[in-house]
């Protein structure tokens, strides 16, 4: 254990073994962290929330949460969670394991993420949003929830396995991007996406099937579905069950 | 009063009664707080700024200032104030009363905010933008004030009341967007927008008035003027004055 | 030299004469920063990374870096750098003089950047970025890198001097932008700009040349190139220069 002695920490939470918290570092009653984890500086954990019926903010083994990050009570996060700085959590998120969040990205909560879900910087989680497993998630991307806003239907997106979402990009209310699909960047999308295709533009129109796109390393083999040529940063076992999946 | 012993309060600020100061956080000497306000941790109210001409950064009663905030010198909010995490607000900022403003939003001052305003996550207030009251913007939005950059021309935006901005839309400089307007997601706005119509697209053209949209709540009632339906989170007589307004 | 009692200054730390740092700022141990400098307050200067293969954070004399703000070992700045608050900047980044970077700014690092460059708030550059002489980026501009996301393959876009990339606008992998060149608001850019030209839209095509647009003053002299009317905030002899090359 290695609290930083300008680290307030609450004699309430529960920290697990082996556990760092940075200095400047604020973490509140209602706070679970698992062992080995590390707490980077100028964080604030367990933000009190009416909205988070008394929940805590739960974090599993061995994770690493940058500086400047700011989590909710009322969350849960499996093990392997690994942020960049300055991300903002709020209560009702539920999210598996091996989790990456970039820098800066804002969940709102109430929303579901699987396991190995990886989003990049500044990153925008609706309310009600379902994001699958293997899941990539580029800057500036924003998952939207209201049909009509402001007004209370909340109609959450829902982004399935292995599926990637490019840079700049909006999902509308409601829409379905198919698993191992593609939305490209800069792209407004409407419609629901089918699974294995690209799609782009403004309003995001079918491109082509994912297998058309080819790597640009000379091989010409095809980029997608991605485990094929990508495994960096899983877990080696992973890594081996991606390669056995997917042909690498 | 409660003051965080981590806090530096200058002695030259001026705190209202019943104020409370987060940990780590810092209040400069020209600051004027109004009673019964919160401010969280690892802020920053009343960074020193020459454009601020020796004007105070003054907050009315009841405001909540979320942690790791940033607030220049040199502007001015009425009462109830709200805001998320992460806010930038520089000098020359005039704002009225029950202002929102989203997490990692960031004001770049010399702008008029109307009252009941309300930003969702890190909108781009561009200086000498007009905002009026009761409007509605949404993540990622960005008002422009520069028609070719970089220049000393500033032709700001203005924002009609009631009208609502979605989410990754850029208003060009000196558009105006009227009453009760509705700018689609993923917009670029290069025209004015007349009030009570929906435009939508890169660049954006009138799609359909607001009147034509209904509320996918089952009852297909329109959700437009929104206050007809939604008045969540606004003071109980607001509250009513719209519903009696707009005929909820 | 002025030390907050709260900052954290590593002994290690090489700070030059005349060095300001501000409250609850940390200072790790492989930080060389020039003299005449001022880091706000809540910063974290020299952010251990192993992708930094132990060369330090290097700032030059006069670098101004406002509050919240995180840079990482392994990357260096020529004199004069100035940023906003909540700049992230990661290892790798080479970066010329005179470079502003602006609040919320994300460089991700193993990039090049020029000397005289702006970035307003919000901005990202993606690794193996190169940005040329006197470039302005605006807010929300992406630079990205990954032609097939996600993989191993990285191509950098490359910005030629004096160009300029309106707000909300992305520079898709590998592309590269001429001198002089402008890429409108809300543009998706797919192509190889010309020098000289204005491109817009999603994806981004040719509009004029940019000697067609006009200053908005009432003067209808060439709004471009730039320097001709606009050297605010350059060094006098830069200035000067400017006038001299651009006509003024």
Chains 1, 2, 3 share one sequence.
Not at 31 to 37: A, E, K, L
Not at 40 to 59: F, N, V
Not at 172 to 181: C, I, N, S, T, Y
Request: a negative charge.
């Amino acid at each position: 254990m290695s609290i930083h002695p300008t680290a307030l920490v609450s004699p309430r939470a529960q920290l697990g073994a082996n556990v760092t918290i940075g200095a400047y570092t604020i973490v509140e009653d209602n706070v679970v962290i698992g062992d080995n984890s590390t707490i980077g500086s100028h964080c604030e954990l367990g933000h009190p929330s009416r909205l988070a019926d008394g929940s805590p903010l739960q974090l599993g083994s061995g994770a690493l949460v940058r500086s400047h990050s700011i989590f909710y009570e009322g969350s849960s996060f499996g093990d392997n969670l690994v942020t960049g700085h300055r991300v903002t959590v709020r209560e009702g998120t539920r999210a598996g394991k091996n989790l990456q969040i970039g820098t800066l990205s804002d969940f709102q909560g109430h929303c579901e993420i699987g396991d190995y879900v990886r989003t990049h910087s500044n990153v925008h989680i609706g309310q009600h949003s379902k994001v699958g497993n293997f899941v990539w998630i580029f800057p500036y991307v924003v998952l939207t929830n209201d049909p009509h806003p402001p007004s209370d239907v909340m109609l959450g997106c829902e982004i399935g396995d292995y599926a990637i979402v490019a840079t700049m990009s909006v999902v509308l209310p409601g829409v379905k991007v198919g698993q191992h699909a593609l939305v490209a960047a800069h792209s407004n999308v409407a419609r629901d996406v089918d699974a294995f295709t690209v799609v782009g533009g403004s309003p995001a129109k079918f491109l082509c099937p994912t297998e058309k796109i080819r790597l640009k390393d000379g091989t010409e083999r095809p980029a997608y579905p991605w485990p094929s040529h990508f495994q960096r940063g899983y877990p080696p076992e992973i890594q081996q069950q991606l390669r056995d999946m997917f042909g690498a």
